[in-house]
C-alpha cells in the first residue's frame, strides 16, 4: 500500500539509521511489480541521501545476507534486487568510499550480477575506492578464459595492494 510505502520513507529521513524501518521498507517491497519497487529504492536512497552507513544497510538488505565466504544462504530477503542492492552500495560508496561493509558487501554481490550489468558500477566503486583489492578481485572474476592474462594482473594488483596494507597495518582483518 501506498501510505505505508509512504511512512517508512518518512520514518527513514527522521531516523536514517532505524534498520527496522529498512527491513520494513524490504518487505514492503516484496510484492511490488519491478518498475515500482525500482521506484521505491530510488526514494528511499534520497531519503538516505548522504548517510552510508544507512545506506549500506538499505543495499545490504536488498541484496539479502552473504555469509563471510560471499555464499548467498538458502534465504534471500528479496528475489531479484542483486542489481538495485548493488546501486545503492555504490551511491554509500560516494558518501564515504571507506563505509564499514560497503565493498565486502558489493563484491559479494557482483558474483550474482553478471559482467553486463555490474561492470559500470564495479568501475565506478573501483574509481571511488582507490582501486581496492576486493574489487580488483571481483573484476578479476568477470574475466572470461579469453581474458586470463587480464585476470592474472588484476589479481596481481590486488596482491601487491594487500601486501602493502598488512605492511602499514598489520591488524588490518579486511587484507
Known sequence: PVNALESIL???QTAP????????????????ESERRVEAVRRAQDALSGQASALVTLGSALLGRFDRWGRRPPYQALPGCELLG???LVEALTVDPEV?????????????IGRDDGGP?????LSLTGRDPRLLLAKAGFCGDEQESEARQLASEALESILVRLQTAPDDAAA
Open 10 to 12: 518518512v520514518r527513514l
Open 121 to 125: 558500477l564495479l568501475e565506478h566503486a
Open 17 to 32: 539509521d532505524d534498520a527496522a524501518a529498512i527491513e520494513t521498507l524490504v518487505a514492503a517491497l516484496e510484492p511490488m
Open 86 to 88: 548493488a546501486r545503492v
Open 100 to 112: 564499514e561493509g560497503a565493498v565486502e558487501t558489493l563484491a559479494s554481490a557482483l558474483r550474482y
